[in-house]
T-cell receptor, first 116, second 112 residues
Framework: GAGVSQTPSNKVTEKGKYVELRCDPISGHTALYWYRQSLGQGPEFLIY????????DSGLPNDRFFAVRPEGSVSTLKIQRTERGDSAVYLC??????????????FGPGTRLTVL | DAKTTQPPSMDCAEGRAANLPCNHS???????VYWYRQIHSQGPQYIIH???NNETNEMASLIITEDRKSSTLILPHATLRDTAVYYC?????????????FGKGTKLTVNP
């Protein structure tokens, strides 16, 4: 079946611009996560949705970052006034439920964001 | 979540067993040990998890010491496609927060 998909696969933008990154989770998965990964580092947690609501947004670095999941399926990560330090691969993952501690997360291929 | 320590890199010959160690000396009684791997330019992929018993699936085996302070992921017959970064993660259900906390992992290179 279809896995987690992310669009675009690559995004190049200029400093100060606004960007939106999209994630399509596996159908039926109620939990959705955003991570970002800088070169040579492991993924870093940003935000976790259970259904439509953000259950944990403690990883968002500042108020330029915002994410939504209005219908409990597709999610959009929004970054305002981008900075060069925002350049990274942004990963999305989904899981069947967020209520069981050993639940497997399925990751998408990521969106590579480059801020010039 | 408890901190984990892994060697930065390891090499293995194709067809041989790859044994990847992980130290998690501050693990709590209700924390699970997870392993994920990330092949170049792809998202991480779940491999296996365990609490205190050894576990085996079609991909790997997980050996957890009796005191639970360390574990070893075993790929019994490594192939070139197993070349990846392997992450050991210790995780507890924090009242609904299901995030994974990744370290830098171990870069495993399988050589022909």
């Amino acid at each position: 079946g279809a896995g987690v998909s992310q669009t675009p696969s690559n995004k190049v933008t200029e400093k100060g611009k606004y960007v939106e990154l999209r994630c399509d989770p596996i159908s039926g998965h109620t939990a959705l996560y955003w991570y970002r990964q800088s070169l040579g580092q492991g993924p870093e947690f940003l935000i976790y949705f259970q259904g439509t609501g953000a259950a944990d947004d403690s990883g968002l670095p500042n108020d330029r970052f915002f994410a939504v999941r209005p219908e409990g399926s597709v999610s959009t990560l929004k970054i305002q006034r981008t900075e060069r330090g925002d350049s990274a691969v942004y990963l999305c993952a989904s899981s069947l439920t967020g209520s069981v501690s050993y639940n497997e997360q399925f990751f998408g291929p990521g969106t590579r964001l480059t801020v010039l | 979540d408890a901190k984990t320590t892994q060697p930065p890199s390891m090499d293995c010959a194709e067809g041989r067993a790859a044994n990847l160690p992980c130290n998690h000396s501050t693990i709590s009684g209700n924390e699970y040990v997870y392993w994920y791997r990330q092949i170049h330019s792809q998202g991480p992929q779940y491999i296996i998890h365990g609490l205190k018993n050894n576990e085996t699936n079609e991909m790997a085996s997980l050996i957890i010491t009796e005191d639970r302070k360390s574990s070893t992921l075993i790929l019994p017959h490594a192939t070139l496609r197993d070349t990846a970064v392997y992450y050991c993660i210790v995780r507890v259900d924090q009242g609904g927060s299901e995030k994974l906390v990744f370290g830098k992992g171990t870069k495993l290179t399988v050589n022909p």
